[in-house]
């Protein structure tokens, strides 16, 4: 079987740091607006649209929400292609 591609990730999904080895699910995606952390204190919204993607540590349970074009770096899919 192959690996899954970036494209193709789905709820359910594995995914492993590449850095420390610990795994994630992904619990769903959604499209979300990410403000550029260099204009959090400005009147004016900066920042771009992209899919969402909300985690969960499988152990200690904690969640998270990341860019899922920023997670190409750090994370590697797990699950395998049906």
Known sequence: MKTKMWYQLEKGDIL???NDGEMVVILSMFTKFFQDQSHWHSD??????GTAV???WIEGGNEHTFQ???MRSNWEIV???S
């Open 54 to 56: 909300r985690v969960q």
């Open 68 to 70: 899922k074009s920023k």
């Open 79 to 81: 699950t395998l292609q």
């Open 44 to 49: 004016i919204d900066y920042g771009v649209a």
């Open 16 to 18: 492993r740091n590449k």
